[in-house]
Every structure is written in structure tokens, then in C-alpha cells.
């Protein structure tokens, strides 16, 4: 039986860019599957329900779709990095869906200042939300908040944002492992 932990070893933090390699390529496939049946679907119900869906383009749909699974993945490499750091996966996993989600969720309340949710979405893990944009700044017929479909950052620049905490996260937690370790 093969079994990999982060105990002490000689090199932890090859062991942690092997773990973050498997994690990081196993949650973007199942997150591009996952995103590739439920834009289909979403948009069924959408129409079924009489909302107006606007239409994209094959490419958009495949950004989306990549887009999506890359976040996922991104995430979850940091949630491992964390996980390391923390030496508890509980309190990693609460971290980063903290930092990744609720600036998200807080960006779409209606009642959020523009100006705030607009700082959120350009500074916080949650800038990789933008990456499910599908709508250009001339097709926003409202407000330019992310509740109304807008993000302040274009989709790849959003992911680059969660990105950058997701190099500096797995990097502490080398720096991290090489001092317990000595």
C-alpha cells in the first residue's frame, strides 16, 4: 500500500508539489465536466422559466467551461497549500471557502455599494469569479456591479488575482515545512 502524508521527510515540500500537481489536474477535469453539463441544463431551465438568456458564442461557452474548472482547481491547490499550513484540514477548507466564496456571495448582494463590491471583486479570491462572465461592458443594460452580471476585472485577470494567492499560499507552506523540518 502506498500512502503519502506530509510527516517529516527529507523532502515535504516535493511531496506537496506532487499533491498539488494530482489535486490541482483531478479538480479541473471534474470541474470542466461539471461545468460543460450544467451550462446546458441551466440554460434549459432558464428558458423553461421564461428568463432571457443572453447568447454567447462557442468560445465564450469554452472559456466559461475552462474557466470554471481552472478556479476549481486553483482553489483547491490552495485549500492544500493552506491545509499544510494549518496542519488541520477543517480550518483550511473553512479558510479558503471564506476567502474564495464570501467576497463573492457579498459582491452579488443587491444592497452591497458598488464601490465595495467593485474593490471585492477586484482584490479578493473571489476575482475569480469573473472568469464566468459572458457578458461584454456594452451588453450591461444596468448597474456595473457583479449582481447585475458585470465584474470590474476581464475573466483571465480575475483568475490571475486567486492565482497569486494560490503561488504565495503553497510557497509559505514550503518555507513553512523546510523550518519544522529543520
Do not use: C, E
Not at 461584454?136 to 480575475?158: D, E, F, I
Amino acid at each position: 500500500m502506498v500512502r503519502m502524508t506530509l510527516a517529516a521527510s527529507p523532502r515535504r515540500s516535493r511531496i506537496l508539489v506532487a499533491k498539488a500537481t494530482m489535486v490541482g489536474a483531478v479538480t479541473f477535469v471534474a470541474g470542466a465536466v461539471g461545468t460543460a453539463a450544467a451550462i446546458p441544463i441551466g440554460t434549459s431551465l432558464s428558458k423553461a422559466h421564461g428568463i432571457f438568456v443572453f447568447p454567447v458564442s462557442s468560445s465564450t461557452q469554452l472559456r466559461v467551461v475552462l474557466g470554471a474548472a481552472a478556479l476549481l482547481a486553483v482553489a483547491a491547490i490552495m485549500a492544500m497549500a493552506v491545509g499544510a499550513i494549518f496542519r488541520h484540514s477543517a480550518g483550511a477548507v473553512t479558510t479558503v471557502t471564506v476567502a474564495v466564496v464570501l467576497p463573492y456571495a457579498l459582491t452579488v448582494i443587491p444592497f452591497m455599494p458598488a464601490g465595495a463590491a467593485t474593490w471585492l471583486s477586484k482584490v479578493t479570491p473571489g476575482a475569480a469569479f469573473a472568469v464566468q462572465q459572458t457578458l461584454t461592458h456594452h451588453q450591461v443594460a444596468s448597474n456595473y456591479t457583479p449582481y447585475y452580471g458585470y465584474y470590474p476585472l476581464q475573466p483571465w485577470a480575475g483568475l490571475a488575482v486567486l492565482a497569486g494567492y494560490a503561488v504565495v499560499a503553497p510557497a509559505v507552506a514550503a518555507a513553512l515545512l523546510a523550518r519544522r523540518d529543520a
